[in-house]
């Protein structure tokens, strides 16, 4: 049995290594257009601040691929597939052919149509290669402007502060963080940001970039920058582009395969080409708390979309347990946050909340049908495994209600 994996991150190793537990026989190839050993996405903040290298953001040993008997290619680009012929072929003209293929392309940065924003110093956070071309590009600068108050927006922003850039974070919407938390939990880590010396800009989007032959001509002087909605300009000799990502689905085009703003996949998470599944960023699945497909780029939910895809390309059918699409924790400074399924009251919806300003603490639990739904946990995050298990096995929360923002809450109050 050929297996052949593209993509290299969370969901394409997971996949390699669960095939390997249970078809000691099979060949396996993984194919990236990287040329890195798999390493983890949601490390790279750590790498630009230079708390870590390349060998501590490494998700497996070096020797995982020979241990496993897998064949790579990285720095390769894998341009097309052809399912009737079952073969993937490659830029540099080689074809692979496989019998069972998993596509886990991933996602790149979303770069909006800014004028200005094909100059110099203009980077999106995505990849090794991105976070390696704003190190380069170091040297020099002394002002950075970040577009999108979002996770990898803040977490860039947080970085090169801490290599000593003056930062400012323009988010185009009324609060950081739009897609995660609610007004308020924003507001306390907004705050804890300020603190620190970021400045933090809300509801002003970026008009254009200036760069520097208009720079000069406007100023009469070198420089370059972002001049805001609102008219303001800010002088900055960087950019980052974080105002989200878009679904690398340009391997299917032309095949069968249904893609909305991922490719769709079934509960076995394949395609609608037989022999062909997808997983990870690139795909869409049901989320367990709205019941709905969407997007699901984070990576605890692609390691098990991995994990799945795999055990279904080795023969062993299992279906795919919904996850819950959002769930995402940070902690800039000094104080951690987590959020998870919906996190703004709606129709149907009731919400309860505790707040301790001075203390920083802000917790709030959104339920339906006596069902927890969501949460935002900002300055204590101990019971968040215990609302997050809730939410994604909808237990009946009905007889415990009034314990749920107890200290010790856990599940032994189910068993009482």
Not at 7 to 13: L, P, R, Y
Request: charged fraction near 25%; proline fraction near 4%.
């Amino acid at each position: 049995m050929n297996y052949v994996i593209i993509g290299n991150s969370a969901a394409g190793v997971k996949c390699a290594e669960t095939i390997r537990e249970v078809d000691r026989q099979g060949n396996i190839t993984i194919i990236t257009d990287e040329a890195y050993h798999a390493y983890s996405k949601c490390l790279l903040p750590d790498y630009l601040s230079g708390d870590r290298d390349e060998d501590t953001i490494r998700i497996r040993n070096l020797d995982f691929y020979s241990q496993n008997r897998i064949t790579t290619y990285f720095g390769v680009k894998a341009q097309k597939i052809n399912p009737a012929q079952k073969i993937v072929a490659l830029e540099n003209g080689k074809t692979i052919p496989y019998d069972k293929l998993l596509i886990a392309t991933g996602s790149r940065s979303f770069i909006p149509p800014i004028p200005g924003i094909e100059g110099e110093n203009i980077f999106g956070l995505r990849n090794l290669d991105d976070a390696k071309k704003i190190l380069q590009a170091l040297p020099g600068v002394r002002r950075a402007v970040v577009i999108g108050g979002g996770f990898v927006g803040l977490e860039a922003a947080y970085a090169l502060y801490s290599r000593g850039v003056e930062l400012t974070v323009v988010e185009k919407l009324p609060q950081i963080l739009p897609s995660q938390f609610d007004a308020k939990a924003a507001k306390i880590l907004e705050k804890d940001m300020l603190c620190e010396g970021i400045r933090i800009i809300t509801g002003n989007g970026i008009k254009e970039i200036i760069n520097p032959g208009i720079w000069q001509k406007m100023f009469g002087k070198k420089g370059k920058g972002v001049r805001l909605e609102d008219g303001e300009t800010l002088k900055c000799e960087l950019i980052i582009v974080a105002t989200g990502t878009k679904a690398n689905t340009e391997l299917v085009q032309g095949t069968a395969i249904k893609v909305n703003r991922g490719i769709v996949v079934d509960e076995f998470m394949q395609t609608d080409e037989p022999d062909i599944y997808a997983a990870g960023d690139v795909v869409e699945t049901i989320d367990a708390v709205t019941g709905q497909r969407k997007l699901t780029p984070i990576w605890p939910n692609a390691v098990v979309q991995g994990r799945i895809a795999g055990l279904n390309m080795a023969g062993i059918q299992k279906p795919y347990t919904a996850l819950v699409g959002m769930q995402n924790a940070v902690e800039f400074r000094e104080i951690p946050a987590i959020a998870a399924g919906l996190t703004e009251a709606g129709e149907g919806l009731e919400e309860i909340v505790i707040e301790n300003q001075a203390q920083n603490k802000y917790k709030k639990l959104v339920m339906k049908d006596n069902r927890l739904v969501g949460m935002i946990l900002v300055g204590d995050i101990r019971q968040a495994g215990v609302y997050n298990t809730l939410i994604k096995n909808k237990i009946d929360i009905s007889r415990n209600k009034e314990f749920l923002f107890k200290e010790d809450f856990n599940f032994g109050y189910f068993l009482a």
